[in-house]
Every structure is written in C-alpha cells, then in structure tokens.
C-alpha cells in the first residue's frame, strides 16, 4: 500500500500584542532577498511592465487668442 502524503494543518493563536512585528521578520531575512523584495515594490508602484519606464505625462493647453 502507498502512503498518501498531504500537508498537516498547522496553526498556533496568538494574541495581538505577542504577534512579531514585520521590522523582526525583514531583519532576519539575508540582505539579498530584502533587496529583491524592494525592488519588487518598487517596480509594481511605478508600474513597469516588460522593461517599460516609466516617463512623465504630457500636459497640452489649448490657448484662444
């Protein structure tokens, strides 16, 4: 007979004030994956998409004389 694996469901409660901070999680992160993290936002915030930069708008006014 074969074993059927699966994932065990895991969880542990914790209140609030005992829960760790993001500061504690990015710190024990290498620094390589911290900048990668970074440059992934930023990227999604200026919106590139396939090596597109971003550039700044046109802005047309339209005079009478």
Same mark, same amino acid.
């Given at each position: 007979?074969? !074993? *059927?694996?699966?994932?065990?469901? *895991?969880? #542990? !409660?914790?209140?609030? !004030? =005992? ?7 990015? =710190?024990? =992160?290498?620094?390589?994956? #911290? ?7 930023? =990227? ?10 971003? #550039?700044?708008? #046109? ?7």
């Amino acid at each position: 007979m074969e !074993k *059927v694996r699966g994932i065990a469901k *895991v969880y #542990r !409660k914790v209140s609030l !004030k =005992q829960q760790p901070t993001d500061f504690a999680y990015w =710190q024990s =992160q290498p620094y390589l994956l #911290r900048l990668a993290a970074l440059e992934e936002i930023r =990227q999604e915030y200026h919106g590139w998409q396939n090596d597109a930069q971003p #550039r700044l708008q #046109r802005v047309y006014r339209v005079i009478k004389r």
